[in-house]
């Protein structure tokens, strides 16, 4: 299974600082003269593939092996477009590194056997670079490039394609290993119960499990920080000079935004399955969210749903968690499971205000919960037991966090999971 290690590098010189700033600054220069050209042709109706060999033209800066990492990657972007574009979505062609005048996104990619990565008590990786940098920096024909490795490598095994990449946000030098993990590292699950997850507009995963387990991940502070800082890059996107469409200040917002929705998500996604695994969860179902934003009218959970959640990258991340437990994610229709009844089934009848579920024949209950555990009946194809107190965790910019019991209940209709022990008192209750 692929995994990535994710950890900063650190110059151990102010020269050695700027010459990997300039060599970051060459590869960007590099992907958006190859990209200039391909975009050209290709809106002139040409063909992309047929560009002038940009590899020899940097090859003294960047080295051979990583001038050709930055073209392939350039290559593989613009297949992907083609492949998307030929499914009928609506996708632009690949975008370009930033510009001189606003500022190039830095970053670039080395080829996996031009690297060597050591770890222990003094980590570090070593990278190559061409000539004239050499000579510029004053480093020997077969030197390279040392940097100092901050943080612990999560995973070892056969080592990828190495990304660097600047965050100017913080002055930080990011990198990003990918690897081939053995599958003997993945476990398998406990049991073959189901849980079913209801991605929602204000609590951004409720999952219902077979066993009777309630998780709800509230959202609307994470959201209303997302959307503060969309507010502030339209609001400086407005003054920008005619002609100009970014500027750094801009992007490194947009850089902060992603930054912490993914942090969010990457700690709710392990959060997760660290809970699901010991219930003996070995199925996640999922629903799809495909054609949603096409269709619903309201405007804002559309931001929530697809700008906030970024739902294709959601699963991936989601995916490769579950695979390290042994637990597989599907991802099902979940048409009507928001307006159907749990309890009856009713669909036309019922109604929604906030979070709470009502309907006819007397359930009440949180409406994404009871979406979950809708959706998680039709794909298990049979009733879901007596329902737990729902489990409610809230962010605090590090880790989620369960919140005390709210007066809400999640169905005053089901019977409540009993805690209390045969002599009366209170089970221990620990997080998992």
């Given at each position: 299974?692929?995994?990535t290690?994710?950890?900063?590098?650190?110059?151990?010189?102010?020269d050695?600082?700027?010459?990997?700033?300039?060599?970051l600054?060459?590869?960007?220069?590099?992907?958006?003269?190859?990209?200039?050209?391909r975009?050209?042709?290709f809106?002139?109706?040409?063909?992309?593939?047929?560009?002038?060999?940009?590899?020899?033209?940097?090859?003294?800066v960047?080295?051979?092996?990583?001038?050709?990492?930055?073209?392939?990657?350039?290559?593989?972007?613009?297949?992907?477009?083609?492949?998307?574009?030929?499914?009928?979505?609506?996708?632009?062609?690949?975008?370009?590194?930033?510009?001189e005048?606003?500022?190039?996104?830095?970053?670039t990619?080395?080829?996996n056997?031009?690297?060597?990565?050591e770890?222990?008590?003094?980590?570090?990786?070593?990278?190559?670079?061409?000539?004239?940098?050499?000579?510029?920096y004053?480093?020997g024909?077969?030197?390279r490039l040392?940097l100092?490795?901050?943080?612990?490598?999560?995973?070892?095994?056969?080592?990828?394609?190495?990304?660097?990449?600047?965050?100017?946000?913080?002055?930080?030098?990011r990198?990003?290993?990918p690897?081939?993990?053995?599958?003997?590292?993945?476990?398998?699950p406990?049991?073959?119960?189901?849980?079913a997850?209801?991605?929602?507009a204000?609590?951004?995963?409720a999952?219902?499990?077979?066993?009777?387990?309630?998780?709800?991940y509230?959202?609307?502070?994470?959201?209303?920080r997302?959307?503060?800082?969309?507010?502030?890059?339209?609001?400086?996107?407005?003054?920008?000079?005619?002609?100009?469409?970014?500027?750094?200040?801009?992007r490194?917002?947009?850089?902060?935004?992603?930054?912490?929705?993914?942090?969010?998500?990457?700690?709710?996604?392990?959060?997760?399955?660290e809970?699901?695994?010991?219930?003996?969860v070995?199925t996640?179902?999922?629903?799809d969210?495909?054609?949603?934003?096409?269709t619903?009218?309201?405007?804002?959970?559309?931001?929530?749903?697809h700008q906030?959640?970024?739902?294709r990258a959601?699963?991936?991340?989601?995916?490769?968690?579950?695979?390290?437990?042994?637990?597989t994610?599907?991802?099902?229709?979940?048409?009507?499971?928001?307006r159907?009844?749990p309890?009856c089934?009713?669909?036309?009848?019922?109604?929604?205000?906030?979070d709470?579920?009502?309907?006819?024949c007397?359930?009440?209950?949180?409406?994404?919960?009871?979406a979950?555990?809708?959706f998680?009946?039709?794909?298990?194809?049979?009733?879901?037991r007596?329902?737990?107190?729902?489990?409610?965790?809230?962010w605090?910019?590090h880790?989620?966090s369960?919140?005390?019991?709210?007066?809400?209940?999640?169905?005053?209709?089901?019977?409540?999971?009993?805690r209390?022990?045969?002599?009366?008192?209170?089970?221990?209750?620990?997080?998992?």
């Open positions: 299974m692929r995994r290690n994710t950890f900063v590098v650190r110059p151990l010189s102010d050695d600082k700027q010459l990997l700033r300039d060599l600054d060459a590869s960007a220069s590099l992907w958006n003269e190859l990209n200039y050209d975009r050209q042709q809106f002139d109706g040409d063909s992309v593939w047929d560009t002038a060999d940009y590899r020899k033209k940097y090859v003294d960047l080295g051979s092996a990583t001038a050709q990492q930055i073209i392939r990657k350039n290559k593989s972007a613009w297949r992907s477009f083609f492949a998307a574009h030929e499914t009928g979505e609506n996708t632009a062609p690949p975008g370009y590194w930033g510009n005048d606003d500022g190039r996104e830095l970053r990619y080395i080829r056997d031009q690297y060597t990565l770890t222990g008590k003094r980590s570090r990786v070593e990278i190559p670079v061409g000539h004239e940098l050499k000579d510029e004053g480093l024909y077969y030197d040392r100092e490795v901050c943080g612990t490598l999560k995973w070892d095994g056969e080592q990828g394609r190495l990304e660097i990449q600047y965050d100017e946000t913080d002055d930080t030098f990198a990003f290993q690897v081939t993990v053995p599958d003997s590292r993945q476990d398998s406990l049991a073959s119960h189901e849980a997850l209801d991605v929602g204000n609590n951004l995963v999952c219902t499990t077979t066993t009777g387990q309630h998780y709800l509230e959202g609307r502070d994470l959201f209303d997302f959307r503060e800082t969309t507010e502030e890059i339209a609001r400086l996107q407005s003054k920008l000079r005619e002609g100009r469409y970014s500027s750094q200040r801009i490194r917002l947009y850089r902060t935004r992603t930054r912490r929705r993914d942090h969010a998500q990457d700690a709710l996604v392990r959060d997760l399955m809970r699901l695994y010991p219930d003996g070995a996640v179902y999922v629903g969210l495909t054609g949603v934003l096409s619903h009218w309201c405007a804002e959970v559309n931001a929530k749903t906030f959640w970024a739902f959601f699963i991936e991340r989601l995916s490769h968690t579950a695979e390290e437990y042994g637990i994610v599907e991802v099902r229709s979940e048409a009507n499971t928001t159907t009844c309890a089934g009713e669909r036309d009848e019922t109604e929604r205000d906030g709470v579920f009502r309907c006819p007397g359930y009440e209950g949180h409406a994404d919960l009871s979950s555990r809708t998680l009946e039709r794909q298990a194809g049979e009733p879901v007596s329902m737990a107190r729902p489990v409610r965790l809230t605090d910019d880790i989620w369960e919140l005390p019991h709210s007066p809400e209940r999640a169905n005053p209709n089901e019977e409540r999971t009993n209390s022990t045969g002599d009366g008192k209170l089970a221990s209750v620990g997080t998992v």
